[in-house]
C-alpha cells in the first residue's frame, strides 16, 4: 500500500509570501493529484500530473517521479487561499489505487 | 463545475437505524466513488462503480453497501448505523479509473447517536 506523506501539517504565513506544500510517496505512481478543501466546503480538484510542471495562475505543482515526491507552491498568496490542500497518490490498480494524504491546513493572514 | 449533487447535506440519525445517502451526476462519467473524511486521517474510499450494477469494495467498507441501477446515481447504505460511522461523506466522479481527474461533490455530514 502507498504512504503519502504531507508536509507541513499546518502553515500560517502572511500576505504575499511564497507558498511550498510538499507531498512524498512510497511507491511508483501513475499520476499524482493535488486537491483543495476551503472550510466547511466541498473539495476542488487543482492538478493531476504524472511528470513536470503544471501552471494555473498563480498556483504550480512539480512532480519528481524518481524522487517520489511532488510540491505545490503557490506566488503572491491571498487570504483567500486559506484552505486544506490535500495530495493523492494512484499507485496503479484499478479505480481503488487512490491514496491520500492528510492534508496541509494553510492560513493566510493579511 | 462537474455536477455532482450529493443529498442530504447534513443527516442526524440515531444508532441502528438504516441511513441512505444518494450521489447524482449529469457528467456521465463512468467511475463513481464513496469516501470519509475523519480527522487525522485522509480521505478513505468506501465503494465504487465503475459501471451500472458494477461496483467494489474500498480500503473501508464494513457496515456500507452501495448501489447503482442508473449511470447517474449511486447510493451508499448504512444498513444499521453505528456512532463509528460519523463523518463527512464525499462521493467523487471520474472518467476513468486512473489518470483522470477527479471531480468531488460538497459532501454529506452525518451524526449517528
Known amino acids: 500500500k502507498n504512504e503519502v506523506e504531507q508536509s507541513p501539517q499546518n502553515l500560517t504565513a502572511q500576505e504575499g509570501e511564497f507558498i511550498t506544500i510538499n507531498c512524498s510517496y512510497s511507491v511508483g505512481i501513475s499520476a499524482l493529484h493535488w486537491l483543495q478543501q476551503h472550510p466547511g466546503g466541498g473539495i476542488v480538484s487543482l492538478f493531476m500530473?504524472?511528470?513536470g510542471k503544471k501552471k494555473h495562475g498563480r498556483l504550480i505543482a512539480t512532480i519528481n517521479i524518481q524522487e517520489k515526491h511532488s510540491s505545490l507552491h503557490i506566488t503572491a498568496s491571498h487570504p483567500r487561499d486559506s484552505a486544506v490542500y490535500i495530495c493523492a497518490a494512484h499507485s496503479g490498480g484499478g479505480a481503488d489505487g487512490l491514496t491520500f494524504g492528510k492534508g496541509t491546513h494553510l492560513i493566510i493572514q493579511p | 463545475d462537474a455536477g455532482i449533487t450529493q443529498s442530504p447535506r447534513h443527516k442526524v440519525t440515531e444508532t441502528g437505524t438504516p441511513v441512505t445517502l444518494r450521489c447524482h451526476q449529469t457528467?456521465?462519467?463512468?467511475?463513481m466513488y464513496w469516501y470519509r473524511q475523519d480527522p487525522g486521517h485522509g480521505l478513505r474510499l468506501i465503494h465504487y462503480?465503475?459501471?451500472?450494477?458494477?461496483?467494489d469494495k474500498g480500503e473501508v467498507s464494513d457496515g456500507y453497501s452501495v448501489s447503482r441501477s442508473k449511470t447517474e446515481d449511486f447510493l451508499l447504505t448504512l444498513e444499521s448505523a453505528t456512532s463509528s460511522q460519523t463523518s463527512v461523506y464525499f462521493c467523487?466522479?471520474?472518467?476513468?479509473?486512473?489518470?483522470?481527474?477527479?471531480?468531488f461533490g460538497n459532501g454529506t455530514r452525518l451524526t449517528v447517536t
Open positions: 462503480s465503475y459501471g451500472v450494477k458494477d461496483t
Open positions: 500530473l504524472s511528470s
Open positions: 457528467e456521465n462519467h463512468r467511475y
Open positions: 467523487a466522479i471520474s472518467a476513468q479509473d486512473r489518470n483522470s481527474p477527479l471531480h
